[in-house]
């Protein structure tokens, strides 16, 4: 695809926050709390926690839609105090709930927002919008010149997403950009939105309320807490395998075990040899998740499974013994 200057596609950037401290005016407690960590480049880390946790405000100071009041956001080794703003903000892509696309501007024309900015040739534009429509997963025929009323929610949501990406911005930031949407739609974009970030590996801060959209969205979570403390900031993992306190185990839920469980599959784990024996149990496929194969076997009555590659053949034998030997090792440690 064609992209800025010399920068290559996969072009992303490490974000440092750096014991990053906001008090708004008037306010007894601060926002955010002497907040520090790295987000390796090509990254998505997600921002989670209750609601006036400081989320937004952490990620606003990324491109000083906010100002920092104490400690400093790097952005490749570079501060974003001494960034020229404008400049800031054309390479930082931004993605909000409520998408704030321009409602007298066709969707080519709100993608084309920053290229136009940047002064880009009007037939570059043309190409880069209906590049992105078709990237999103809209159809440049059809939506190119359509107005955003006349599109769904969910569709408004991928030409907001399609708008942060035209510049090929370094890093995105995304506030509760699927918050609005059915539980359908909103699963659909965030599996299309895993499958992009696959292919151009921006560095991404997403902030969420939902420890579930977290666990599934996040290489890494950083999990703040009133006044815009840190909790804790690991893997998905890590984080349901280990709570850094009450506060991360009340957050993640009870049933932590099970979503750790989801995040892997058959394929993924030494299962038992067959050893020539008889299959026992029902049989399952190896891309059945550790968590849906528990809950065959819960349901089924039965401690066994026969696990099965694509073809059909026996691969192996997973018991719910195996599954609960597996969360009990440390993180990290022989279950991939
Ligand atoms: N512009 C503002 N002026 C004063 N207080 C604010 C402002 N924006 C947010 N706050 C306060 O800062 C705290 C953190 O808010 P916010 O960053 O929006 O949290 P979150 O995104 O996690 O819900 C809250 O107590 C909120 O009321
Ligand atoms: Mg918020």
New binding site residues.
């Given amino acids: 695809m064609a992209l800025e200057g010399e920068r290559s596609q996969s072009s992303a950037a490490e974000i440092v926050f750096r014991n990053v401290t906001k008090r708004?005016?008037?306010?007894r407690?601060a926002?955010?709390s002497d907040l520090s960590f790295v987000v390796p480049a090509g990254e998505i880390c997600v921002l989670v926690?209750?609601?006036?946790?400081?989320?937004?405000?952490?990620m606003k100071m990324v491109n000083r839609l906010v100002d920092i009041d104490e400690g400093d956001i790097l952005i490749d080794g570079r501060s974003v105090r001494s960034l020229n703003v404008i400049e800031l903000r054309r390479q930082v892509g931004y993605v909000i709930q409520h998408v704030g696309l321009f409602p007298h501007m066709s969707v080519a024309d709100n993608i084309g927002t920053v290229p136009r900015l940047l002064g880009w040739p009007k037939d570059r534009i043309r190409e880069r919008a209906g590049e992105l429509i078709e990237l999103v997963g809209l159809d440049p025929e059809e939506h190119r010149d359509a107005y955003p009323a006349q599109l769904s929610g969910g569709q408004q949501q991928r030409v907001g997403l399609a708008r942060a990406m035209a510049a090929d911005p370094l890093v995105m930031l995304m506030d509760e950009p699927f918050g609005a949407l059915d539980p359908i739609t909103r699963a659909r974009l965030q599996d299309e939105f895993l499958r992009l970030h696959n292919e151009l590996r921006k560095t991404v801060i997403f902030?969420t309320?939902d420890i579930d959209e977290a666990i599934k969205m996040g290489d890494r979570i950083a999990i703040?807490r009133e006044g815009?403390v840190l909790a804790q900031y690991d893997t998905p993992d890590a984080i349901l395998a280990e709570p850094a306190d009450d506060f991360v185990a009340r957050f993640v839920g009870a049933d932590r075990s099970l979503k750790r469980l989801a995040l892997k599959r058959l394929s993924q784990i030494e299962l038992a040899a067959l050893n020539g024996s008889e299959p026992s149990g029902p049989t399952v496929s190896a891309s059945t998740t550790l968590r849906d194969a528990l809950a065959l076997m819960l349901g089924e009555g039965t401690r066994d499974l026969t696990v099965v590659d694509e073809g059909g053949r026996q691969v192996g034998r997973c018991s719910v013994e195996h599954l609960s030997e597996l969360l009990a090792r440390p993180v990290g440690e022989g279950a991939t």
């Fill in positions: 708004y005016p008037g306010r407690v926002a955010v926690g209750p609601s006036g946790g400081g989320k937004t405000t952490a902030v309320h703040l815009g």
